[in-house]
């Protein structure tokens, strides 16, 4: 009966594990398995291969075929070497005692490597996770930065001085130009004051010399028409009858002035 060494798929669907069984040829993979020596997880970075070094050994002398993706992980384990070096020890050609010596810096030194990827390994991802973690505090603060902007209301502009040259050259200017303004200012707010008692005092005498006999001759024959025409029984004559004779005194009086000179 031909016996092999091989992968048997295990776990769950896009989450697989697979047993390291030593089971017959012609059996299924998943099926009927003679014994179980190991464990094999690809999930995981770097990858974890659980196995039993000494059981997987003695199947391989007695004649096991291993796979080709079994052979890989047994390589990876040592029990390749194992085997080589046992096989030398079986013909003669070394002794045990140096295979030993031989399989232990072999083991020594996949072991350094092995840790030297794991924590090469460790340190990209520290690093990544510390460049992440930057990248949403800078992210953090530039919305915090934002949301002040907007909720600050916007400074009022300073204002602009002028500058000194400009300062000093205006009052020297306004200066020269005030001083004739105020020597012809008292000249000629003086000449209206002598003339307005003169011009004042004709337009009296002309409103005084005024023919003043016409005026109130027309009103004497008006106020006499309308005192004749007015009928005594209207109530609203008797009040019209004193405005009427303060006329009449006026001209008596007017005409007794201009028949003096006469």
Do not use: C
Not at 89 to 111: C, F, L, M, S
Not at 163 to 173: I, K, M, R, S
Not at 181 to 200: D, G, L, N, R
């Amino acid at each position: 009966m031909a016996v092999k060494i091989r992968l048997a798929r295990r776990g769950r669907k896009k989450a697989p594990r697979y047993d390291i069984v030593v089971a017959d040829a012609k059996a299924p993979r998943d099926g009927r398995f003679i014994e179980k020596v190991g464990t094999y997880n690809p999930t995981t970075h770097p990858a974890t291969v659980v196995l039993k070094a000494d059981r997987a050994l003695d199947w391989l002398m007695k004649g096991a075929e291993p796979t080709d993706t079994a052979r890989t992980l047994l390589s990876h384990e040592g029990v390749m070497f194992r085997k080589h070096l046992q096989v030398g020890v079986n013909k003669g050609a070394i002794t045990q005692d140096q295979a030993d010596e031989k399989y232990e810096a072999w083991r020594q030194q996949k072991d350094t490597q092995i840790q030297g990827k794991s924590d090469g390994i460790a340190e990209k991802k520290a690093a990544e996770t510390q460049v992440r973690m930057a990248a949403e505090t800078k992210k953090k603060e530039d919305r915090a930065q934002a949301i002040i902007k907007k909720n600050t209301p916007p400074a009022a502009p300073a204002p602009v001085a002028a500058p000194a040259d400009e300062e000093t050259n205006v009052p020297e200017a306004v200066t020269e130009q005030a001083a004739p303004i105020a020597e012809e200012v008292p000249e000629t707010a003086a000449e209206p004051a002598a003339t307005e008692p003169t011009a004042t005092a004709e337009v009296i005498e002309t409103v005084v010399e005024a023919p003043v006999a016409e005026v109130p001759a027309v009103e004497e024959t008006v106020v006499q028409e309308t005192v004749a025409e007015a009928p005594a029984a209207e109530p609203v004559a008797a009040p019209e009858a004193p405005a009427a004779k303060a006329p009449e005194a006026e001209t008596s009086e007017e005409t007794t002035t201009e028949e003096k000179p006469a």
